[in-house]
């Protein structure tokens, strides 16, 4: 089994920054993949930021240039680094861990960007 503890979201003005971590424990070897999905209301879950071992490092159109992913390996830790935040970004972020090609889901945090 494999733990994740999201923290960093928040409520923030248009054109703001904020940086979400998920941290892994438990059996956090094998990982193949770390990375981000939102969830705004109404929608579905949609993919962010991913970065995984053999595709490397994947962005939605609608974050590419505005937020980037990066991971620490010896703290088990995934980033997402948000700049130039926009009302539509407001969603419930959720970090996702792939290890041996099993998928594990945070709670979710919220992010609520206002105009």
């Known amino acids: 089994q494999v733990q994740l503890v999201e923290s960093g979201g928040g409520l923030v003005q248009s054109g703001g920054s904020l940086r979400l971590s998920c941290a892994a424990s438990?059996?956090?070897?094998?990982?193949?993949?770390m990375g981000w999905y939102r969830q705004a209301p109404g929608k579905e879950r949609e993919l962010v930021a991913l970065?995984?071992?053999?595709?490397?490092?994947t962005y939605a159109n609608s974050a590419k240039g505005r937020f980037t992913i990066s991971r620490d390996f010896a703290k088990n830790t995934v980033y997402l680094q948000m700049n130039s935040l926009k009302p539509e970004d407001t969603a419930v972020y959720y970090c996702?861990?792939?290890?041996?090609?099993?998928?594990?889901w945070g709670q979710g945090t919220q992010v609520t960007v206002s105009s």
């Open positions: 438990g059996s956090p070897f094998n990982i193949n993949a």
């Open positions: 996702k861990v792939v290890r041996s090609d099993n998928p594990y």
């Open positions: 970065i995984s071992s053999g595709s490397g490092i």
